[in-house]
């Protein structure tokens, strides 16, 4: 439980590099994201209930906050964003 909560918060990106994590809802909502304490950027793939594609967040700088513009489900591309 812990790790879920603490995220990627006080990783290097070493640490993550080729890896993804994946949040999966039961049904579709709005969650927004931030990165305190997370010192890298990343790219979000935001996907519907059947698994397309409907919003891509590239280069999520750290420190920031985002809220997607539709309802979805995450995949977090954690490859550190060049």
Avoid: C, W
């Avoid at 993550?16 to 969650?31: G, H, L, N, Q």
């Avoid at 305190?36 to 999520?60: G, R, S, W």
């Amino acid at each position: 439980m812990f790790s879920k909560a603490k995220g990627l918060m006080f990783t290097s990106s070493s640490a993550v590099r080729d890896k993804a994590m994946v949040f999966v809802f039961k049904k579709e909502k709005t969650v927004s994201l931030h990165m305190f304490f997370v010192f890298y950027p990343i790219d979000v793939i935001f996907l519907d209930q059947t698994k397309k594609v409907i919003e891509i967040k590239m280069n999520f700088k750290p420190f920031t906050i985002y809220v997607p513009k539709n309802k979805a489900q995450m995949l977090l591309n954690v490859v550190p964003a060049l």
